[in-house]
């Protein structure tokens, strides 16, 4: 069963940029998809971005697209995701996972995805 770890989050100023880093132990995660999410308490967690497990195939969404980006090193084991011009709307936890077998995880949906990890806070201030 892999586990997913999440770092690299932190309290950042409106406009700056952190990295954050998902790392797998226990399995081996370049044959799946890996997605972002983040999530607020009291709501639903929502996409961020999503990759191919070759990498050649990325997703974001909206509030998001030309401001951050998604990447992995399969030989690593690792899933990055860049975030520049932060907003303080970017605030919350933000979580990774794989694929879920079966889904269409490009669509953005939780649904399709599982192995979440433990999460990292993002903070952005005015």
């Known amino acids: 069963q892999v586990q997913l770890v999440e770092s690299g989050g932190g309290l950042v100023q409106a406009g700056g940029s952190l990295r954050l880093t998902c790392t797998a132990f226990?399995?081996?995660?370049?044959?799946?998809?890996m997605g972002w999410f983040r999530q607020n308490a009291g709501k639903d967690r929502e996409f961020v971005a999503s990759i191919s497990y070759s990498g050649g195939g990325t997703y974001y969404a909206d509030n998001v697209k030309g401001r951050f980006t998604i990447s992995r090193d399969n030989a690593k084991s690792t899933v990055y995701l860049q975030m520049n011009s932060l907003k303080p709307e970017d605030t919350a936890m933000y979580y990774c996972a794989r694929d879920r077998p079966g889904y269409r995880w490009y669509e953005g949906s939780p649904m399709a995805f599982q192995s979440w990890g433990q999460g990292t806070q993002v903070t952005v201030s005015s």
């Open positions: 226990g399995g081996d995660v370049s044959r799946f998809a």
